[in-house]
């Protein structure tokens, strides 16, 4: 998995280039946190199957 990812921020109102800040192995999956640098909007991805983020 790259360290950056493309996304639609809420906060901003556009795609940006999301960072990831955080990787951790659970019983679920791999846990994903990735972070707006504009903003510090951010949210959590779980394996695909979760996903935090409002866009």
């Given at each position: 998995m790259?360290?950056?990812?493309?996304?639609?921020c809420?906060n901003?109102?556009e795609?940006?280039?999301?960072w990831?800040i955080?990787?951790t192995e659970?019983?679920?999956?791999?846990?994903?946190?990735?972070d707006?640098?504009?903003?510090?909007?951010?949210?959590?991805?779980?394996?695909?199957?979760?996903?935090?983020?409002?866009a």
């Amino acid at each position: 998995m790259s360290l950056e990812m493309e996304h639609e921020c809420p906060n901003c109102g556009e795609t940006r280039s999301f960072w990831k800040i955080a990787s951790t192995e659970l019983h679920l999956g791999r846990k994903v946190k990735w972070d707006c640098p504009e903003c510090d909007y951010g949210f959590v991805q779980i394996d695909g199957a979760v996903d935090t983020s409002t866009a």
